[in-house]
Protein backbone atom coordinates (compact mmCIF):
# COMPACT_ATOMS: atom_id res chain seq x y z
CA UNK A 1 0.00 0.00 0.00
CA UNK A 2 1.08 3.62 -0.83
CA UNK A 3 2.65 5.69 1.35
CA UNK A 4 0.15 8.98 1.43
CA UNK A 5 3.40 11.24 1.97
CA UNK A 6 5.06 9.47 -0.81
CA UNK A 7 2.41 10.06 -3.10
CA UNK A 8 2.18 13.94 -2.85
CA UNK A 9 5.94 13.85 -3.32
CA UNK A 10 6.59 14.46 0.59
CA UNK A 11 10.73 13.51 1.15
CA UNK A 12 11.55 10.08 1.70
CA UNK A 13 13.48 10.94 5.09
CA UNK A 14 12.09 10.67 8.36
CA UNK A 15 10.92 14.08 9.61
CA UNK A 16 13.15 16.13 11.48
CA UNK A 17 16.18 14.20 10.82
CA UNK A 18 17.38 16.00 7.64
CA UNK A 19 14.83 17.62 5.06
CA UNK A 20 13.69 20.51 7.69
CA UNK A 21 17.37 21.52 8.95
CA UNK A 22 18.38 21.68 5.60
CA UNK A 23 15.74 23.65 4.16
CA UNK A 24 15.88 25.87 7.14
CA UNK A 25 20.31 26.49 6.22
CA UNK A 26 19.23 27.16 3.10
CA UNK A 27 16.16 29.39 3.66
CA UNK A 28 19.17 31.40 6.31
CA UNK A 29 21.80 31.95 3.82
CA UNK A 30 19.52 32.92 1.15
CA UNK A 31 18.31 35.95 3.91
CA UNK A 32 21.80 36.98 4.98
CA UNK A 33 22.91 36.88 1.55
CA UNK A 34 19.39 39.32 0.38
CA UNK A 35 20.30 40.99 3.83
CA UNK A 36 23.77 42.13 3.25
CA UNK A 37 23.20 42.77 -0.94
CA UNK A 38 20.29 44.85 0.92
CA UNK A 39 23.22 46.21 3.03
CA UNK A 40 25.93 46.99 0.64
CA UNK A 41 23.34 48.43 -1.68
CA UNK A 42 21.99 50.86 1.18
CA UNK A 43 25.67 51.83 1.95
CA UNK A 44 25.93 52.73 -1.44
CA UNK A 45 22.91 54.93 -2.15
CA UNK A 46 23.91 56.90 1.44
CA UNK A 47 27.55 57.74 0.16
CA UNK A 48 27.78 56.95 -3.41
CA UNK A 49 31.40 58.78 -3.78
CA UNK A 50 33.32 56.95 -0.82
CA UNK A 51 33.74 60.23 0.79
CA UNK A 52 34.55 60.25 4.54
CA UNK A 53 31.62 60.37 7.42
CA UNK A 54 30.53 63.77 7.98
CA UNK A 55 32.11 65.28 11.41
CA UNK A 56 30.19 64.65 14.78
CA UNK A 57 30.31 68.43 15.20
CA UNK A 58 28.72 69.38 18.50
CA UNK A 59 29.07 72.45 20.09
CA UNK A 60 27.63 71.63 23.73
CA UNK A 61 26.09 73.50 26.82
CA UNK A 62 29.09 75.69 26.95
CA UNK A 63 29.85 76.45 23.84
CA UNK A 64 26.40 77.61 23.15
CA UNK A 65 26.73 79.90 26.13
CA UNK A 66 30.03 81.13 24.77
CA UNK A 67 28.76 82.06 21.49
CA UNK A 68 25.18 83.61 22.49
CA UNK A 69 27.23 85.77 24.77
CA UNK A 70 29.63 86.76 21.75
CA UNK A 71 26.39 87.73 19.91
CA UNK A 72 25.38 89.54 22.77
CA UNK A 73 28.44 91.14 23.42
CA UNK A 74 28.59 92.50 19.65
CA UNK A 75 25.07 93.48 20.70
CA UNK A 76 25.95 95.60 23.37
CA UNK A 77 28.79 97.20 21.84
CA UNK A 78 26.67 98.05 18.83
CA UNK A 79 24.42 99.87 20.97
CA UNK A 80 27.04 101.68 22.51
CA UNK A 81 28.16 103.02 19.30
CA UNK A 82 24.84 104.82 18.36
CA UNK A 83 23.45 105.87 22.02
CA UNK A 84 25.23 108.05 24.10
CA UNK A 85 23.27 107.48 27.15
CA UNK A 86 23.94 104.05 27.18
CA UNK A 87 27.79 104.46 26.98
CA UNK A 88 27.31 107.43 29.71
CA UNK A 89 25.29 104.52 32.08
CA UNK A 90 28.40 101.87 31.10
CA UNK A 91 30.87 104.36 32.38
CA UNK A 92 29.19 105.20 35.81
CA UNK A 93 29.20 101.65 36.18
CA UNK A 94 32.72 100.90 35.09
CA UNK A 95 33.79 104.17 37.09
CA UNK A 96 32.31 102.77 40.71
CA UNK A 97 33.93 99.36 40.11
CA UNK A 98 37.35 100.37 39.27
CA UNK A 99 36.92 103.22 42.17
CA UNK A 100 36.34 100.29 44.66
CA UNK A 101 39.41 98.65 43.65
CA UNK A 102 41.41 101.62 43.77
CA UNK A 103 40.21 101.46 47.54
CA UNK A 104 42.65 98.19 47.64
CA UNK A 105 45.63 99.41 46.76
CA UNK A 106 48.67 99.28 48.50
CA UNK A 107 52.70 98.58 47.38
CA UNK A 108 53.06 94.77 47.43
CA UNK A 109 49.91 93.97 45.87
CA UNK A 110 50.93 97.18 43.42
CA UNK A 111 54.27 95.38 42.82
CA UNK A 112 52.73 92.01 42.30
CA UNK A 113 49.77 93.59 40.14
CA UNK A 114 52.22 94.90 37.70
CA UNK A 115 54.39 91.77 38.02
CA UNK A 116 51.27 89.54 36.78
CA UNK A 117 50.59 92.09 33.91
CA UNK A 118 54.14 91.72 32.43
CA UNK A 119 53.86 87.90 32.71
CA UNK A 120 50.69 87.92 30.63
CA UNK A 121 51.46 90.88 28.05
CA UNK A 122 55.04 90.24 27.51
CA UNK A 123 57.60 87.75 26.26
CA UNK A 124 56.75 84.74 28.90
CA UNK A 125 53.28 85.19 27.13
CA UNK A 126 55.10 85.24 23.71
CA UNK A 127 57.08 82.23 24.70
CA UNK A 128 53.98 80.76 25.61
CA UNK A 129 51.79 80.59 22.16
CA UNK A 130 55.22 80.00 20.17
CA UNK A 131 55.35 77.04 22.26
CA UNK A 132 52.02 75.80 21.93
CA UNK A 133 52.68 76.23 18.08
CA UNK A 134 55.24 74.34 17.65
CA UNK A 135 53.64 71.36 20.12
CA UNK A 136 50.76 71.40 17.44
CA UNK A 137 53.35 71.01 14.70
CA UNK A 138 55.73 68.26 16.76
CA UNK A 139 52.89 66.33 17.32
CA UNK A 140 51.81 65.91 13.96
CA UNK A 141 48.29 67.80 14.88
CA UNK A 142 47.38 69.47 12.05
CA UNK A 143 44.03 69.97 11.98
CA UNK A 144 44.03 71.72 15.79
CA UNK A 145 46.44 73.96 14.24
CA UNK A 146 45.10 75.07 11.10
CA UNK A 147 41.74 75.50 12.79
CA UNK A 148 43.25 77.88 15.65
CA UNK A 149 45.34 79.84 12.91
CA UNK A 150 41.80 80.13 10.78
CA UNK A 151 40.16 80.92 14.59
CA UNK A 152 43.10 83.54 15.34
CA UNK A 153 41.97 85.66 11.77
CA UNK A 154 38.25 85.76 12.88
CA UNK A 155 39.12 86.67 15.87
CA UNK A 156 41.31 89.26 15.28
CA UNK A 157 38.83 90.76 12.29
CA UNK A 158 36.19 90.83 15.02
CA UNK A 159 38.38 92.36 17.66
CA UNK A 160 39.88 95.05 15.18
CA UNK A 161 36.58 96.05 13.83
CA UNK A 162 34.73 96.45 17.31
CA UNK A 163 38.31 98.02 18.56
CA UNK A 164 38.40 100.87 16.07
CA UNK A 165 34.59 101.41 15.76
CA UNK A 166 34.74 101.98 19.64
CA UNK A 167 37.74 103.90 20.15
CA UNK A 168 36.85 103.70 23.82
CA UNK A 169 39.43 105.64 26.29
CA UNK A 170 41.15 104.59 28.94
CA UNK A 171 39.72 104.62 32.86
CA UNK A 172 39.71 108.60 33.23
CA UNK A 173 37.86 108.14 36.87
CA UNK A 174 40.69 105.75 38.61
CA UNK A 175 44.55 106.92 38.55
CA UNK A 176 46.25 104.25 36.47
CA UNK A 177 49.44 103.03 37.30
CA UNK A 178 50.16 100.54 34.77
CA UNK A 179 51.38 100.22 31.43
CA UNK A 180 49.07 100.51 28.12
CA UNK A 181 48.93 101.64 24.78
CA UNK A 182 46.34 102.44 22.48
CA UNK A 183 41.91 102.34 23.26
CA UNK A 184 40.77 99.62 25.67
CA UNK A 185 37.76 97.84 24.34
CA UNK A 186 37.79 95.31 23.85
CA UNK A 187 41.06 94.80 26.08
CA UNK A 188 43.48 93.33 23.60
CA UNK A 189 45.60 91.41 25.98
CA UNK A 190 42.77 89.38 27.48
CA UNK A 191 41.78 88.59 24.00
CA UNK A 192 45.42 87.26 23.47
CA UNK A 193 45.80 85.51 26.44
CA UNK A 194 42.05 83.64 26.50
CA UNK A 195 42.62 82.34 22.87
CA UNK A 196 46.06 80.91 23.98
CA UNK A 197 44.94 79.02 26.85
CA UNK A 198 42.24 78.14 24.92
CA UNK A 199 44.43 76.36 22.39
CA UNK A 200 45.82 74.57 25.47
CA UNK A 201 42.79 73.46 26.00
CA UNK A 202 41.95 71.66 23.24
CA UNK A 203 45.04 71.44 21.04
CA UNK A 204 47.29 70.18 23.90
CA UNK A 205 45.36 68.73 26.81
CA UNK A 206 44.03 65.03 26.12
CA UNK A 207 40.21 64.75 26.79
CA UNK A 208 38.59 63.75 30.34
CA UNK A 209 40.11 64.61 33.65
CA UNK A 210 43.12 65.96 32.41
CA UNK A 211 41.73 68.79 30.24
CA UNK A 212 39.06 69.39 32.92
CA UNK A 213 41.72 70.34 35.21
CA UNK A 214 43.29 72.50 32.50
CA UNK A 215 39.82 74.66 32.37
CA UNK A 216 40.32 75.34 36.58
CA UNK A 217 43.91 76.33 36.01
CA UNK A 218 42.88 78.55 32.85
CA UNK A 219 39.85 80.10 34.58
CA UNK A 220 42.59 80.57 37.81
CA UNK A 221 45.22 82.31 35.44
CA UNK A 222 42.67 84.74 33.65
CA UNK A 223 41.00 85.31 36.84
CA UNK A 224 44.72 86.66 37.97
CA UNK A 225 45.32 88.44 35.37
CA UNK A 226 42.04 90.29 34.62
CA UNK A 227 41.93 90.91 38.71
CA UNK A 228 45.35 92.95 37.72
CA UNK A 229 44.34 94.98 34.88
CA UNK A 230 41.34 96.37 36.91
CA UNK A 231 43.91 96.80 40.00
CA UNK A 232 45.56 98.47 38.02
CA UNK A 233 43.13 100.90 36.27
CA UNK A 234 44.37 99.73 32.88
CA UNK A 235 41.03 98.35 31.40
CA UNK A 236 37.40 98.82 32.37
CA UNK A 237 35.38 96.22 33.30
CA UNK A 238 33.69 96.00 29.97
CA UNK A 239 36.91 95.79 28.20
CA UNK A 240 37.90 92.74 30.10
CA UNK A 241 34.61 90.94 29.78
CA UNK A 242 34.55 91.86 25.67
CA UNK A 243 37.87 90.62 25.28
CA UNK A 244 37.55 87.33 27.55
CA UNK A 245 34.05 87.13 25.77
CA UNK A 246 35.81 87.13 22.17
CA UNK A 247 39.29 85.66 23.33
CA UNK A 248 37.59 82.10 24.00
CA UNK A 249 33.91 82.18 22.39
CA UNK A 250 35.65 82.26 18.69
CA UNK A 251 38.57 79.21 19.68
CA UNK A 252 36.30 76.94 21.81
CA UNK A 253 33.48 77.15 19.03
CA UNK A 254 36.52 76.35 15.64
CA UNK A 255 37.89 73.60 18.15
CA UNK A 256 34.50 71.85 18.73
CA UNK A 257 32.88 72.45 15.90
CA UNK A 258 36.18 71.40 13.42
CA UNK A 259 38.34 68.82 15.88
CA UNK A 260 35.90 67.06 17.89
CA UNK A 261 37.57 64.63 20.41
CA UNK A 262 35.55 61.26 18.91
CA UNK A 263 37.23 62.33 15.05
CA UNK A 264 40.73 63.72 16.33
CA UNK A 265 41.42 63.03 19.68
CA UNK A 266 44.64 64.39 21.68
CA UNK A 267 46.31 61.91 23.31
CA UNK A 268 49.72 62.23 25.19
CA UNK A 269 51.88 60.40 23.25
Known sequence: MTDPGE??????????????????????VAVAEQGGRRLRRARRRRRPTGAAPPLPRSLGTTGKLWAIALALMVA?????????????????????????????????????????????????FTALAVTVLVGMVAFRRWRHLFTFLAAIVVMQLVAIVLYQGFSRPRPYDVVTIGRWAGFSS??????????????????????????GRAKLIVAGVLAVVIGSRLYLAVDHPFDVVAGLVIGIAVPLTAFRLFTPNAYVPVTST
Open 76 to 124: AIGVLLVSAEAQRAVDVVDAAVLRAIAVLRTPWLTTAARGVDRVATGWI
Open 7 to 28: AAGAPTTEPGLLAEPLDRRAGG
Open 186 to 211: PSPPIVALSAVLVAVIYGMTPAGRAR
